[in-house]
């Protein structure tokens, strides 16, 4: 423990001897290790971002369906059970965010154009957790019950169809006879969406309303349920397992779009693959300082040699000199990190590219996301590779011949 | 050969491992970014390509404001001998007219809001891949037949298999009550299920009759061998156009603004990335740059007293960083190109990558292309920090007194 302080101390001031040298390596290190975090929290922020929008064009994070539902998402896979029967249950679970919802295709009609649209027939109250629209900043009123006799509509679609507040739509669709379903909605609100094709495609009706214009009487297309964090979501899905019987499909959101479940995974490969060619990046002048710093003591290290010092402590001292580099560039980089995500943690707008943004998937508005395991993974993979790249300048200057390093001028 | 070189060459090899590990840095950058911009590059070019190919095409002639509305009324009048005049008029298939409607289509079971799209069945086949994909039966015939071409996830959620009728309800031009009943003649597998269930073709000859368009259609496709041939091609067709009516040429990136503002979004991205890198490579020079200068203090006071201007000394530095930059330049260049050479022919791929560029029209592996531009831009803007990184050791020579220089050991 005595050699190790010693070593330290040694290994500290080695290290400022030739300062500038140092200052740049740090500067090096710094500027590294900030970009890897900060730049992962932006991906990270991304990717979060499309996988909420993801979530809540799906929405929920477990869902229940006909088994069917899914490839033929039509009137004729609702779930084989009463709502109410069901919704009870999931009250009784003590489930907080849930919904369940009529969801079918359907064409709208205005005095001057047709759309297809999906139509979900929903219950205002408990919608209101997990749908992407914000109630209150819709323009007009969004639907106030079940059985409310209104339908809301995205802006864009309103401007496509050309209609308005106040104006009626025809909604067409087919019940599970096959016989054509229709009825006349007054547009009582319009939304605005962070992601544009959802207001070109969402219509939102009351549940109660919807139910009877089908003729589908007490029965839904789906029940969801969204949990506390979208990376774990296997308690609820475990206790929707329980609460269902029958006919039906439970699934998980990355099993119900593969697409964001897989970006999800590629995301945490990406953030290590980054982490690693910035510190190759790195290593090279890093080893290229170390190398120098044993080369211009050679002297001297065959002297402590001479006088006794064993090669273990002459590596030691090398590589808590690396070492001592790289914690520092490390808590200066982390630091940086954090102190320059602070200020942009409301969200950057990139609505420039917005709909480059849409085609990724992504909304205009990017919130970088740091997590405390990318900083911890950062911090980590440079402390170890750079433990492994300062072996082999310490094992050189362990193997000095004491004689041969002395005379060496 | 001229004496300073000689003098640099000699100085960079007096230390052969510094100059190597500071050589490796930037080759490794370099190799890092042609990989990268030649993938960049190649995906972004599929990406467009295929976009286009798809269904848009590279220009479209269309009446002002359908781009935004798409509205039944914004049609494009007697477009099947606008079409035909243009076809004589380059001498090329690679034109065809469309028309566009929503409708409800019934089967006897079921009913789905899909787009109905009028084609000209002889010539749709040159501005889209539609046709190409059809796995059952063929691609529309006649231009008055009532025959239409479904998607593969729409007949089986119509429950419909060739041969079998469908009823398509929709609004005609002037907001009549359009109906017809029609033969599925072909079913097209895109691979993207959406997409399958949310395009039907017929043709537009039959599609004028049906939704009473009076001989007009919605706009005409032209596709061109060469993306950069579209500004010229545009402004002929601008000058062509009928006098009198009312029409507008839309480019590509006017159709499909998503398609540039993902690729710019994607490319801001990935040149913060390299811009790290380089400022890193730029880091690493400066100080082997530095440490040799300082190391060569003493010697540089005698040359200085010997009447060498600080001026050349300084040019002496700058050299041997440009032949550090060379040396790396060419060597990451050979190895980047042999690199991204090897992917060109067997591919490159990311676990997740299909499901994510299956989004995008695109292939699951990639074939990045070697180009001499995405070989050299790189590796020119790495050559260009290097030479920077080298001139604050290189001005710090002006400050060099030779008495005091001298005394440095």
Request: hydrophobic content about 50%; cysteine-free.
């Given at each position: 423990m005595h050699m190790f302080v010693v070593l330290a101390r040694l290994a500290w001031r080695n290290l400022w001897r030739n300062h500038r040298r140092t200052l740049i390596m740090l500067a090096a290190i710094t500027l590294g290790v900030w970009a890897?975090?900060?730049?992962?929290?932006?991906?990270?922020?991304?990717?979060?971002q499309m996988i909420a929008d993801g979530i809540s064009a799906l929405p929920g994070h477990v869902q229940v369906h006909h088994p069917d539902y899914r490839d033929d998402p039509s009137i004729a896979n609702l779930i084989p059970r009463s709502?109410?029967?069901?919704?009870?249950?999931?009250?009784?679970?003590?489930?907080?965010?849930?919904s369940s919802r009529v969801r079918v295709p359907a064409v709208i009609t205005s005095e001057y154009e047709s759309r297809g649209v999906t139509l979900l027939g929903i219950d205002p109250d408990s919608e209101r957790d997990l749908t992407f629209v914000d109630y209150d900043a819709v323009e007009g009123r969004f639907l106030s019950a079940s059985d409310d006799s209104g339908v809301v509509i995205g802006k864009k679609l309103a401007a496509t169809l050309n209609t308005e507040i106040g104006k009626r739509v025809v909604l067409m669709s087919q019940d599970p006879d096959n016989d054509i379903a229709d009825r006349g909605f007054r547009v009582i609100g319009l939304f605005e969406a962070n992601v544009q094709s959802f207001e070109e495609n969402y219509l939102f009706a009351g549940k109660a309303t919807v139910q009877k214009m089908l003729r589908i009487g007490d029965q839904v297309s789906e029940f969801v349920v969204l949990g506390e964090d979208y990376r774990d979501v296997d308690a609820e899905f475990e206790k929707?397992?329980?609460?269902?019987?029958?006919?039906?499909?439970?699934?998980?959101?990355?099993?119900?779009?593969?697409?964001?479940g897989t970006m999800l995974g590629v995301m945490d490969g990406f953030v290590l693959v980054w982490i690693v060619v910035i510190f190759l990046a790195l290593s090279f002048g890093l080893v290229n300082t170390l190398v120098m710093a044993v080369f211009e003591r050679v002297r001297e290290i065959g002297l402590m040699l001479a006088l006794g010092m064993k090669p273990i402590n002459i590596l030691g001292q090398i590589i808590i000199e690396s070492l001592l580099l790289l914690a520092i560039g490390l808590a200066l980089g982390s630091a940086l990190a954090w102190a320059t995500v602070q200020p942009i943690k409301d969200g950057i707008d990139v609505?420039?590219?917005?709909?480059?943004?849409?085609?990724?998937?992504?909304?205009?508005?990017?919130?970088?996301?740091?997590l405390l395991s990318d900083v911890v993974l950062a911090n980590v993979v440079?402390?170890?590779?750079g433990f492994l790249a300062s072996l082999s300048p310490a094992w050189r200057a362990s193997r000095y011949e004491p004689i041969e390093a002395i005379t060496k001028v | 050969m001229n004496l300073v070189f000689r003098l640099a060459w000699r100085n960079l090899w007096r230390q052969p491992r510094r100059t190597w590990l500071t050589v490796g840095a930037i080759m490794f950058s370099n190799m890092l970014l042609v990989f990268m911009i030649s993938l960049q590059f190649g995906m972004y070019g599929l990406m467009i390509d295929n976009t286009l190919q798809a269904f848009t095409g590279h220009l479209q002639i269309q009446a002002p404001g359908y781009i935004d509305d798409q509205k039944m009324r914004q049609t494009v009048d007697n477009v099947v001998p606008l079409a035909t005049e243009l076809r004589d008029y380059f001498d090329s298939d690679n034109i065809a007219a469309r028309a566009t409607a929503f409708a409800l289509v019934s089967s006897e079971e079921r009913s789905y809001g899909t787009a109905v799209i009028g084609t000209e069945p002889a010539f749709e086949r040159n501005v889209s891949t539609l046709p190409g994909l059809v796995t059952q039966g063929r691609y529309l015939g006649e231009q008055d037949a009532a025959e239409i071409v479904i998607g593969a996830a729409l007949a089986r959620n119509l429950r419909v298999a060739l041969g079998d009728e469908l009823t398509l309800i929709g609004s005609g031009r002037d907001g009549s009550f359009a109906a017809a009943v029609v033969n599925i003649v072909g079913v097209f597998e895109s691979g993207l299920v959406d997409f399958d269930r949310s395009i039907t073709e017929i043709p537009l000859g039959f599609f004028q009759d049906v939704f009473y368009m009076d001989g007009s259609g919605h706009y005409i496709v032209i596709n061109l061998p060469l993306i950069d041939d579209v500004p010229v091609v545009q402004e002929q067709v601008e000058a062509l156009l009928p006098a009198?009516?009312?029409?507008?040429?839309?480019?590509?990136?006017a159709l499909q603004p998503g398609l540039k503002q993902a690729i710019k979004a994607d490319m801001s991205s990935a040149f913060f990335m390299y811009g790290i890198l380089v400022i890193l490579v730029a880091f690493s020079v400066l100080n082997t740059q530095l440490m040799s200068v300082l190391e060569r203090t003493h010697e540089f006071g005698i040359v200085l007293s010997l009447g060498l201007t600080p001026g050349r000394l300084g040019r002496l530095v700058l050299l041997e960083t440009a032949i550090l930059g060379v040396l790396g330049l060419l060597f990451g260049a050979?190895?980047?190109?042999?690199?991204?050479?090897?992917?060109?022919?067997?591919?490159?791929s990311y676990p997740g990558m299909e499901e994510m560029t299956a989004k995008f029209n695109l292939p699951a592996r990639f074939y990045p292309q070697v180009s001499v531009l995405s070989l050299l831009i790189g590796p020119a803007v790495v050559f260009i920090f290097t030479i920077l990184a080298a001139v604050y050791p290189a001005l710090r020579l002006r400050k060099l007194h030779p008495v005091e220089a001298m005394r440095a050991v």
């Amino acid at each position: 423990m005595h050699m190790f302080v010693v070593l330290a101390r040694l290994a500290w001031r080695n290290l400022w001897r030739n300062h500038r040298r140092t200052l740049i390596m740090l500067a090096a290190i710094t500027l590294g290790v900030w970009a890897m975090i900060f730049m992962t929290a932006l991906m990270r922020g991304m990717v979060s971002q499309m996988i909420a929008d993801g979530i809540s064009a799906l929405p929920g994070h477990v869902q229940v369906h006909h088994p069917d539902y899914r490839d033929d998402p039509s009137i004729a896979n609702l779930i084989p059970r009463s709502d109410t029967e069901l919704s009870a249950r999931f009250v009784d679970a003590g489930f907080v965010k849930w919904s369940s919802r009529v969801r079918v295709p359907a064409v709208i009609t205005s005095e001057y154009e047709s759309r297809g649209v999906t139509l979900l027939g929903i219950d205002p109250d408990s919608e209101r957790d997990l749908t992407f629209v914000d109630y209150d900043a819709v323009e007009g009123r969004f639907l106030s019950a079940s059985d409310d006799s209104g339908v809301v509509i995205g802006k864009k679609l309103a401007a496509t169809l050309n209609t308005e507040i106040g104006k009626r739509v025809v909604l067409m669709s087919q019940d599970p006879d096959n016989d054509i379903a229709d009825r006349g909605f007054r547009v009582i609100g319009l939304f605005e969406a962070n992601v544009q094709s959802f207001e070109e495609n969402y219509l939102f009706a009351g549940k109660a309303t919807v139910q009877k214009m089908l003729r589908i009487g007490d029965q839904v297309s789906e029940f969801v349920v969204l949990g506390e964090d979208y990376r774990d979501v296997d308690a609820e899905f475990e206790k929707v397992l329980q609460l269902v019987d029958g006919n039906v499909e439970v699934k998980r959101w990355f099993e119900l779009d593969p697409y964001l479940g897989t970006m999800l995974g590629v995301m945490d490969g990406f953030v290590l693959v980054w982490i690693v060619v910035i510190f190759l990046a790195l290593s090279f002048g890093l080893v290229n300082t170390l190398v120098m710093a044993v080369f211009e003591r050679v002297r001297e290290i065959g002297l402590m040699l001479a006088l006794g010092m064993k090669p273990i402590n002459i590596l030691g001292q090398i590589i808590i000199e690396s070492l001592l580099l790289l914690a520092i560039g490390l808590a200066l980089g982390s630091a940086l990190a954090w102190a320059t995500v602070q200020p942009i943690k409301d969200g950057i707008d990139v609505s420039i590219v917005s709909e480059g943004m849409d085609m990724w998937g992504m909304s205009s508005v990017l919130y970088p996301e740091l997590l405390l395991s990318d900083v911890v993974l950062a911090n980590v993979v440079v402390l170890v590779l750079g433990f492994l790249a300062s072996l082999s300048p310490a094992w050189r200057a362990s193997r000095y011949e004491p004689i041969e390093a002395i005379t060496k001028v | 050969m001229n004496l300073v070189f000689r003098l640099a060459w000699r100085n960079l090899w007096r230390q052969p491992r510094r100059t190597w590990l500071t050589v490796g840095a930037i080759m490794f950058s370099n190799m890092l970014l042609v990989f990268m911009i030649s993938l960049q590059f190649g995906m972004y070019g599929l990406m467009i390509d295929n976009t286009l190919q798809a269904f848009t095409g590279h220009l479209q002639i269309q009446a002002p404001g359908y781009i935004d509305d798409q509205k039944m009324r914004q049609t494009v009048d007697n477009v099947v001998p606008l079409a035909t005049e243009l076809r004589d008029y380059f001498d090329s298939d690679n034109i065809a007219a469309r028309a566009t409607a929503f409708a409800l289509v019934s089967s006897e079971e079921r009913s789905y809001g899909t787009a109905v799209i009028g084609t000209e069945p002889a010539f749709e086949r040159n501005v889209s891949t539609l046709p190409g994909l059809v796995t059952q039966g063929r691609y529309l015939g006649e231009q008055d037949a009532a025959e239409i071409v479904i998607g593969a996830a729409l007949a089986r959620n119509l429950r419909v298999a060739l041969g079998d009728e469908l009823t398509l309800i929709g609004s005609g031009r002037d907001g009549s009550f359009a109906a017809a009943v029609v033969n599925i003649v072909g079913v097209f597998e895109s691979g993207l299920v959406d997409f399958d269930r949310s395009i039907t073709e017929i043709p537009l000859g039959f599609f004028q009759d049906v939704f009473y368009m009076d001989g007009s259609g919605h706009y005409i496709v032209i596709n061109l061998p060469l993306i950069d041939d579209v500004p010229v091609v545009q402004e002929q067709v601008e000058a062509l156009l009928p006098a009198g009516e009312d029409l507008v040429v839309h480019d590509w990136d006017a159709l499909q603004p998503g398609l540039k503002q993902a690729i710019k979004a994607d490319m801001s991205s990935a040149f913060f990335m390299y811009g790290i890198l380089v400022i890193l490579v730029a880091f690493s020079v400066l100080n082997t740059q530095l440490m040799s200068v300082l190391e060569r203090t003493h010697e540089f006071g005698i040359v200085l007293s010997l009447g060498l201007t600080p001026g050349r000394l300084g040019r002496l530095v700058l050299l041997e960083t440009a032949i550090l930059g060379v040396l790396g330049l060419l060597f990451g260049a050979l190895l980047g190109a042999l690199f991204t050479y090897w992917f060109s022919v067997n591919g490159f791929s990311y676990p997740g990558m299909e499901e994510m560029t299956a989004k995008f029209n695109l292939p699951a592996r990639f074939y990045p292309q070697v180009s001499v531009l995405s070989l050299l831009i790189g590796p020119a803007v790495v050559f260009i920090f290097t030479i920077l990184a080298a001139v604050y050791p290189a001005l710090r020579l002006r400050k060099l007194h030779p008495v005091e220089a001298m005394r440095a050991v």
